[in-house]
């Protein structure tokens, strides 16, 4: 048994606990309930129609507060969706061993990873997960995992007096190591607290809507308070003063905008959910639709993570049958008990064979690299670089490699297979036999028997995705802590473009991997740090960039990203900073996302022509309503029937429409240019009216009718222009509405409910005429506006 060191008695631990030097550390693997709440309680939108539903509640009928559904649900389904995410992630802490052994007052003892503290001898053993930055004491064979931390795929032989880092894994060998830096001091902590801070993605059409938001909460207050004026000068009369208050300022936001744009996204979780990923924020889904960058590792991304076994080549005059050599093979991967990718490979191609009995074995280690067990009667199987195990029985500075005096006829044969494959590329393990062991030396007459033949499996999906990638204009990076030269050629088997121009980044400064990083497409031995210096540089050149990553080196490199994607099979405190988490580890899946985002943000843009034309209308009418010193035209309920018939309703559907196209930056613009004329044109007709109506002696509630009819149609008409052509069930649509706003003037419940008037048909003649008018005028002023906005 390694540690001869006794280890720290009861007495130093204690002391060591009461200051605090401890591995208790709370590790966070996805955001609070807290930060989610206030994420979606505490908006500009919410802070707006609150106001007012607590002002109509407070001096308005209840009837008027119906909006306030629209507050409650659109909150509801924001935070519903991001904490189904968290309990997702919850399911799925960077150090995930339960219990550690260690050294107490000079015997082995296990304890639980946080009740490490400073200067424990901690022991280690295949398997096992280091869960505190130590120094090696003792060793024997030891070599560990850092993949998750430096992104260097091979494992790393360690010595006595080498640092091992938390998060490593121990893949060959035993070892004791005493603890250096615990808790939030150790390297794994201080790169996953580099994370620590949840960063909300951007998002267009949010910011979009919280900018008008933000104008329409400076307009309200004027507007509100003049309205308020006005109506108590002519009528006296607070109630109703606050309820054509009301209506004008809840008219003038674009509730349904908010809440449609938050079922869009979540309905697109839910889709991609059935494709096993998971929206850990539901702006994700669109900031892909923004992405043209998308920076990725090899491993996972192009190719598999563990090596796939081809084939086993047998050599002539071995003296050993192919059928034994290949249950040897089975044999050797049986045996070893904590196999790494290599043997998890041969184990799942070759099943154990019966009656095949290990007894005294060499564990595999990179600084040998080759591993030996002894079988009794069936002789002593060797397998392992074919160039360390040749040099056996070969003769030292022979010209070509000649086999040496008394070697196996099989050698030969050996050494000018092992030239061919290498120069295919491929990855081959000799496999060999002996009379017996020689300790930690490679046993004597070694016979050479066949290569087991590896290839590092290229995803079936690799190729298809970077051609996805390279046709919708999203440009590839693929930064690798392997070498630069399998990179390159990896990646110009599956077409990314640039390929062959591969770089090793190990000597590039922060300026020249900058200018680097936009002009190539493929590196090789990336460091962690080097990875968010990369995703900036990208970034000040003017790229959306997503990052995919998995384990603790690429935290700082997701959290610098606009959008960060991780496997699920990463680390926590990776998943914890994405915004996506791909729960099956396919990079495939990356297309699907993109496609999900551009359809969401195409139609959005639909959906926001209708809500924000509202909007504008809103304003102009209340700004009227002061100027001329009228009543509002419509009540509340009113304008709650028009935006559900005419506006909401149909938004819906087009909100969920299946066709997208790519994004184009100016969200905000293109909508306007719509929406303004359009609301101009709107309010005026809707004013006219009313004016019309009153003085022709029209009574408020009839005159109110009228408002409504006009703008009823002409909202339905502009349904019909942001969608044209029409065809399909978009017609279906709009002839669905059309009779659904025919039955609220029909039905006698709603009629007084809604507090309508059937108007005489010459007036409803003349309301049509005015509102066939309006919609052609809107038609002729957005015909440019129109032709510019992406197709739906």
């Not at 189904?84 to 919850?90: G, I, M, P």
């Not at 639980?112 to 060793?139: F, I, K, W, Y």
């Not at 979540?266 to 889904?285: C, I, K, M, P």
């Not at 914890?576 to 496609?595: E, T, W």
């Amino acid at each position: 048994m390694l540690a001869s060191a006794p280890g720290l008695t009861a007495a130093e631990v204690r002391a060591r606990g009461a200051a605090g030097q401890t591995n208790a550390v709370r590790t966070r693997t996805s955001r609070s309930v807290w930060d989610i709440l206030r994420s979606n309680v505490f908006t500009w939108f919410n802070l707006i129609l609150g106001s007012l539903w607590v002002v109509i509640l407070l001096y308005g009928s209840w009837r008027d507060a119906l909006f306030g559904l629209v507050l409650v649900a659109n909150t509801a389904i924001g935070v519903a969706q991001e904490v189904r995410a968290k309990l997702t992630l919850d399911r799925l802490s960077l150090i995930t061993a339960p219990h550690v052994r260690v050294m107490r007052d000079g015997a082995p003892a296990e304890v639980e990873t946080g009740d490490v503290v400073l200067d424990d001898v901690v022991l280690l053993s295949p398997g096992d997960q280091m869960v505190v930055d130590g120094v090696v004491l003792e060793a024997s064979g030891l070599e560990v995992d850092e993949s998750t931390l430096t992104g260097e795929a091979n494992p790393e032989p360690k010595g006595v007096g080498d640092a091992v880092l938390s998060g490593s894994f121990v893949v060959a060998g035993r070892a004791a190591c005493r603890a250096t830096a615990v808790g939030a001091n150790s390297y794994a902590m201080r790169i996953e607290s580099a994370g620590r801070r949840f960063v909300r993605v951007r998002s267009d059409i949010m910011g979009g809507i919280n900018s008008v938001l933000k104008i329409i909460g400076v307009v309200m207050v004027p507007v509100g308070a003049l309205t308020v004026w006005t109506n108590l000068r002519e009528t006296q009369d607070l109630s109703a003063s606050v309820t054509d208050t009301v209506a004008a300022l809840v008219a003038m936001v674009p509730e349904g905008l908010v809440l449609l744009s938050s079922i869009a996204f979540a309905v697109s979780a839910l889709t991609l959910a059935g494709r096993h990923v998971l929206v850990n924020e539901l702006a994700a889904v669109e900031t892909l639709a923004r992405t043209d960058m998308v920076c990725a590792d090899k491993t996972g991304t192009l190719t598999e993570r563990e090596p796939t076994f081809a084939r086993f080549e047998h050599l002539e005059g071995s003296g050993v049958e192919e059928a034994e050599a290949a249950e040897a093979l089975g044999a050797l991967a049986g045996f070893d008990s904590s196999p790494n990718g290599t043997m998890r490979a041969l184990g799942a191609a070759i099943p154990e064979p019966p009656g095949w009995v290990g007894g005294a074995s060499v564990a595999f280690s990179s600084a040998r690299k080759w591993s030996a067990v002894d079988f009794g009667p069936r002789g002593t199987w060797v397998l392992g670089a074919p160039n360390i195990l040749l040099d056996t029985v070969v003769t030292a500075g022979s010209a070509g490699g000649a086999p040496a005096p008394g070697a196996p006829p099989s050698a030969a044969g050996a050494v000018a297979r092992l030239a061919e494959l290498t120069a295919a590329d491929l990855r081959v393990l000799l496999v060999a036999r002996a009379p017996a062991l020689a300790g930690q030396e490679v046993p004597a007459e070694l016979a050479p028997v066949g290569f087991a033949v590896f290839t590092e499996c290229v995803r079936q999906d690799a190729a298809e995705t970077v051609r996805y990638l390279r046709d919708q204009g999203v440009e590839l990076r693929i930064l690798s802590g392997d070498d630069s030269a399998t990179v390159s050629r990896i990646a110009a088997g599956v077409g990314v473009p640039g390929a062959e121009r591969a770089l090793d980044v190990r000597t590039l400064d922060d300026t020249a991997l900058g200018g680097a990083i936009v002009a190539n497409s493929v590196f090789g031995r990336v460091m962690p740090e080097q990875k968010s210096v990369m995703v900036a540089a990208l970034q000040a050149a003017g790229h959306t960039v997503a990052m995919t990553g998995d384990g603790v080196n690429d935290v700082v490199a997701l959290k610098q990203a606009d959008l960060a994607i991780a496997m699920g099979s990463g680390v926590p405190a990776a998943r914890a900073v994405a915004h996506v988490v791909l729960l099956d580890d396919r990079f495939a899946s990356v297309p699907h996302l993109m496609a999900e985002g551009r359809r969401v943000v195409t139609n959005a843009e639909h959906v926001a022509h209708l809500f924000l034309t509202k909007s504008v209308w809103a304003g102009i009418v209340a700004v009227a309503v002061v100027v001329l010193g009228v009543p509002y035209p419509l009540l509340p309920r009113q304008i709650t029937l028009v935006g559900v018939v005419a506006i909401g309703i149909p938004a819906f559907f087009l909100a969920l429409s299946p066709v997208g196209k790519r994004y184009c930056p100016g969200f905000v613009g293109r909508v306007l240019r719509f929406a303004l004329p359009a609301g101009v044109v709107i309010s005026t007709a809707v004013v006219g009216v009313f004016v019309t109506a009153a003085r022709a002696g029209l009574g408020l509630d009839e005159a109110r009718t009228l408002s409504t009819i006009v703008l009823l149609a002409v909202s339905l008409a502009v349904i019909v222009l942001v969608e044209w052509p029409l065809s399909g069930w978009r017609l279906g649509v709009v002839g669905a509405m059309v009779a659904l706003g025919a039955l609220a003037f029909v039905i006698p419940f709603a009629r007084e409910f809604l507090a309508l008037t059937l108007p005489s048909w010459a007036h409803l003649g003349a309301a049509l005429g005015v509102a066939a008018v309006a919609a052609g005028l809107i038609a002729l002023l957005t015909a440019g506006a129109r032709r510019t906005r992406p197709a739906g």
